[in-house]
């Protein structure tokens, strides 16, 4: 069974610039969560999609991310301008009943 | 706010030594608790998870859990250290059976050979 799948892997841009990342879930998982992880930190919530529809989006700043999942499966995070502290890894996980499984995550360098 | 502590931001310990790696929870009802591993340039994966029951967890990987309520601790332990081992440690805490994760800021765990 294929795992989680986030690209780009890595990234590197300059400040102010836009920036997207995809993942693909586990199929037939319901469940998408985009994570932000800040160097030496634990994963933090962004937000989190039941199918189609963001059920909890709370912690994603709005003013300059967006997301989104269309027909339910793959996802979309973009962030728009990009900020220095925006610099983190940047992790997509999917579940299905209780157990959240993780992709690789895409490490974000803003210069 | 549900909320978890993991004291040593870094352990070291040498191959074949025991390991307890310690993981403090704030939550006001019983929680779900869960343990995950992190490799460098990998996601998370998950060692073991505890949502009721025998309060000694095993997981994989040769790792076990106790969750002990009056301590509001869900510690990690392993016998014996392998240096495959060696990776970032996370506990984390859920109101909702795994779907609202709230992270602690991870153990790294180093292995002397």
């Known amino acids: 069974e294929a795992g989680v799948v986030q690209s780009p892997r890595y990234k590197i841009i300059e400040k102010k610039q836009p920036v997207a990342f995809w993942c693909n879930p586990i199929s037939g998982h319901n469940t998408l969560y985009w994570y932000r992880q800040n160097l030496g930190q634990g994963p933090e919530l962004l937000i989190r999609y039941e199918n189609e529809e963001a059920v909890d989006d709370s912690q994603l700043p709005k003013d300059r991310f967006s997301a989104e999942r269309l027909k339910g499966v793959d996802s979309t995070l973009k962030i728009q301008p990009a900020e220095l502290g925006d610099s983190a890894v940047y992790l997509c996980a999917s579940s299905l009943y209780n157990e959240q499984f993780f992709g690789p995550g895409t490490r974000l360098t803003v210069l | 706010a549900q909320s978890v502590t993991q004291p040593d931001i870094h352990i070291t310990v040498s191959e074949g030594a025991s390991l307890e790696l310690r993981c403090n929870y704030s939550?006001?009802?019983?929680?779900?608790l869960f343990w995950y591993v992190q490799s460098p340039g990998q996601g998370l994966q998950l060692l073991l998870k505890?949502?009721?029951?025998?309060?000694l967890v095993q997981g994989i990987k040769g790792f076990e859990a106790e969750f002990k309520r009056s301590q509001s601790s869900f510690n990690l332990r392993k016998p014996s250290v392998h240096w495959s081992d060696a990776a970032e440690y996370f506990c984390?805490?859920?109101?909702?059976?795994?779907?609202?994760?709230?992270f602690g800021g991870g153990t790294r765990l180093m292995v002397k050979p």
């Open positions: 505890y949502f009721s029951g025998d309060t």
């Open positions: 984390a805490v859920d109101d909702n059976a795994g779907n609202m994760l709230t």
């Open positions: 939550y006001g009802a019983t929680p779900y």
